[in-house]
C-alpha cells in the first residue's frame, strides 16, 4: 500500500516569505502528526490532528498553523520564514490516536535563505 | 527543558555483538515508549514499544528494557548488523493523554562494523 506522501521534497524559500507543506497519509489513516527535526533540537513535536480537529500543539510559535480535510489529508503553513525554520518537516499519520501505528513521510526539506 | 534524553550521541559495535542504546526520560506521566530508526533522507521508521505496564518486550534480535523506578530504557539489538547502522530515536508518549503527541529524545547514530 502506498506509504505516507510529502510534497514537495525539497524547497528554498526566501527570508520573510510564507511556505505551504503538503501530507497526504496513508488511505483510511485519520490522525496525522507533525515533527520538526534540526540538527540543534532534534525531533520536536508542532502538532497533531484528528477528524480536521487540531488534538495537541507543541510549543512553536503563531507562524506554525496547520489544517486537516475531510480526506485526512494534511497541510502546515509557516509564515514570515525565519532562518531558524530551515529544518527537515516530517509528517506521521495513524488509524487511531497514540500507540505505535504511527507511519512517518520522507519528510520535506525545508532551507530558508 | 528536555523530557527525553539519549546522552550518547554516538555508539560503535562489532558485527555479531551487541548493541546497547539508552534513554532516560523526566515525566512520569509518560505511560507508552518507543523505539524508531532512521536513515538519512527517509522518515524514521517504528521499532519496537513498550507500556509502562511491562518491563521487557522482545521482536527478534530486539529488546527493550524499561525500568521505571530509574525512569530509563534501553534497547538491546542482539547479534548486531552492518545493515542496523541508522540513528535511533527512542520516543515516550501519554498514550491515552497525548495521543498522537511523540516526545522525541536527540537520537544515538549506532555503527556496525563488519
Known amino acids: 500500500k502506498a506509504g505516507v506522501t510529502q510534497t514537495p521534497r525539497y524547497l528554498i524559500k526566501t527570508r520573510g516569505q510564507q511556505v505551504t507543506l503538503s501530507c497526504s497519509p496513508i488511505s483510511g489513516h485519520r490522525s496525522v502528526s507533525w515533527y520538526q527535526q534540526t540538527p540543534g533540537q532534534g525531533l520536536q513535536f508542532l502538532f497533531e490532528y484528528f477528524s480536521e480537529t487540531q488534538r495537541n500543539k507543541g510549543n512553536f510559535p503563531g507562524r506554525f498553523s496547520g489544517r486537516q480535510f475531510s480526506n485526512s489529508r494534511s497541510e502546515m503553513n509557516v509564515s514570515t520564514l525565519e532562518l531558524g525554520d530551515s529544518a527537515l518537516y516530517l509528517c506521521?499519520?495513524?488509524?487511531?490516536?497514540?500507540?505505535?501505528?504511527?507511519?512517518f513521510g520522507s519528510g520535506t526539506r525545508l532551507t530558508v535563505v | 527543558d528536555q523530557q527525553v534524553k539519549q546522552n550518547s550521541p554516538s555508539l560503535s559495535v562489532q558485527e555479531g555483538r551487541i548493541s546497547i542504546l539508552n534513554c532516560d526520560y523526566t515525566n512520569s506521566m509518560f505511560d507508552y515508549f518507543l523505539w524508531y530508526k532512521k536513515y538519512p533522507a527517509e522518515g524514521p521508521t517504528f521499532l519496537i514499544s513498550?507500556?509502562?505496564?511491562?518491563d521487557k518486550n522482545e521482536d527478534g534480535r530486539f529488546t527493550v528494557f524499561l525500568n521505571k523506578s530509574a525512569k530509563h530504557l534501553s534497547l538491546h539489538i542482539v547479534p548486531s548488523q552492518p545493515g542496523d547502522s541508522a540513528v535511533y530515536f527512542c520516543?515516550?508518549?501519554?498514550?491515552?493523554?497525548?495521543?498522537?503527541?511523540?516526545?522525541f529524545g536527540q537520537g544515538t547514530e549506532l555503527s556496525v562494523k563488519p
Open positions: 513498550i507500556s509502562s505496564i511491562k
Open positions: 506521521a499519520s495513524s488509524f487511531r490516536r497514540g500507540g505505535d501505528g504511527y507511519t
Open positions: 520516543a515516550a508518549s501519554g498514550y491515552y493523554n497525548q495521543g498522537g503527541k511523540l516526545i
